[in-house]
Nanobody
Framework: QVHLVESGGGLVQAGGSLRLSCAASGSIFRITRMGWYRQALGKQRELVAVITSSGSTNYAESVKGRFTISRDSVKNTVALQMNSLKAEDTAVYYC????????WGQGTQVTVSS
């Protein structure tokens, strides 16, 4: 059984920063992809950022230049540094990891006050 646990969410003022972290435990094999997604109230879940095993990254247009995804392949962790936060970044953020299956964390709330 694989569990992903996110941490680092919270309440921050617009323009501030937060760092989200996600750690995997259990029998997870070679992770090919790690990512962060978010779901705002009343909206569909959307991709925020992904990073592959080779280190390639991809970001949603709305977060480019403000968010940075990073990973530690040895520790099976992924982080999301979020700077210059905006009210529209408010959402529940989920981490995801892929080996032969796709695993999801339980989500962490990020609230940006304007």
């Amino acid at each position: 059984q694989v569990h992903l646990v996110e941490s680092g969410g919270g309440l921050v003022q617009a323009g501030g920063s937060l760092r989200l972290s996600c750690a995997a435990s259990g029998s997870i094999f070679r992770i090919t992809r790690m990512g962060w997604y978010r779901q705002a109230l009343g909206k569909q879940r959307e991709l925020v950022a992904v990073i592959t095993s080779s280190g390639s990254t991809n970001y949603a247009e709305s977060v480019k230049g403000r968010f940075t995804i990073s990973r530690d392949s040895v520790k099976n962790t992924v982080a999301l540094q979020m700077n210059s936060l905006k009210a529209e970044d408010t959402a529940v953020y989920y981490c995801s990891m892929t080996d032969y299956n796709v695993y999801w964390g339980q989500g962490t709330q990020v609230t940006v006050s304007s």
